[in-house]
């Protein structure tokens, strides 16, 4: 007798678990989260970032695509031995520490869902002597996070993220009287790897 009891109650919870799952609530996406994010970071648009020159707001969809072709066959290749040489070339591959653009898939919980960030395949700097090292340069951006559901739409909050948007030829740090001699570092709660 205990275990019919037993196994009646198991089936009663089972369905109620069956039943509060398909009444449960379930989330969307806002239909302004473009909007929303096109208005942080000052209304700029963050692919701007990867310009040193030459991109105007009519072309930015052009330029840019331009710039994430240029890097295609860069992330299978190996670092350059030498530099590339054109006046047509952008920067991004005539430099000393060639860099190319990949797109990073975040999380469903942020948007934008992919960003692109600067990338490289060089540690040490192209025809460089000595220890010098390619390292980036990170740009904090604002993009949004999930922080919870209501009324059936998924709520959004502001957060800051770091993106390499270059990368530059390094010179080795050097140490005076115990205290380091270098450019300023991110703060201590960033950057953020994506």
Same mark, same amino acid.
């Given at each position: 007798?205990?275990?019919?009891?037993?196994?009646? /109650?198991?089936?009663?919870?089972?369905? *109620? &678990?069956?039943?509060?799952?398909?009444?449960?609530?379930?989330? $969307?996406?806002?239909? #302004?989260?473009?909007?929303?994010?096109?208005?942080?970071?000052?209304?700029?648009?963050? @692919?701007?970032? *990867?310009?040193?020159? /030459?991109?105007?707001?009519?072309s930015l969809e052009k330029d840019f695509?331009?710039?994430?072709?240029?890097?295609?066959?860069?992330?299978?290749?190996?670092?350059?031995?030498?530099?590339?040489? /054109?006046?047509?070339?952008?920067?991004?591959? @005539? !430099?000393? &520490?060639p860099w190319y653009l990949e797109k990073?898939?975040?999380?469903?919980?942020?948007?934008?869902?992919?960003?692109?960030?600067?990338? !490289?395949?060089?540690?040490?700097?192209? #025809?460089?002597?000595?220890?010098?090292?390619?390292?980036?340069? =990170? =740009?904090? $951006?604002?993009?949004?996070?999930?922080?919870?559901?209501?009324?059936?739409?998924?709520k959004y909050e502001v957060t800051d993220?770091?993106?390499?948007?270059?990368?530059?030829?390094?010179?080795?740090?050097?140490?005076?009287? #115990?205290? =380091?001699?270098?450019?300023? @570092?991110?703060?201590?709660?960033?950057?953020?790897?994506?």
């Amino acid at each position: 007798m205990n275990f019919i009891n037993i196994l009646k /109650g198991v089936v009663l919870y089972i369905s *109620f &678990c069956i039943t509060y799952v398909k009444c449960a609530p379930t989330c $969307i996406d806002p239909t #302004d989260l473009k909007t929303k994010f096109d208005t942080l970071n000052g209304g700029v648009d963050y @692919r701007t970032l *990867f310009f040193t020159e /030459g991109w105007k707001q009519d072309s930015l969809e052009k330029d840019f695509g331009l710039l994430v072709y240029l890097g295609v066959d860069k992330a299978q290749s190996s670092c350059p031995s030498t530099f590339l040489k /054109g006046s047509n070339l952008p920067l991004m591959v @005539r !430099t000393s &520490c060639p860099w190319y653009l990949e797109k990073t898939q975040y999380s469903a919980e942020t948007y934008p869902h992919e960003l692109y960030r600067a990338t !490289t395949k060089c540690t040490k700097c192209i #025809d460089a002597s000595g220890d010098q090292k390619c390292s980036p340069i =990170q =740009q904090k $951006i604002q993009i949004l996070k999930r922080a919870g559901c209501e009324n059936g739409f998924y709520k959004y909050e502001v957060t800051d993220t770091y993106i390499p948007v270059a990368y530059v030829c390094e010179q080795p740090r050097e140490v005076v009287n #115990d205290v =380091q001699i270098t450019t300023a @570092r991110p703060p201590a709660d960033g950057p953020e790897e994506m």
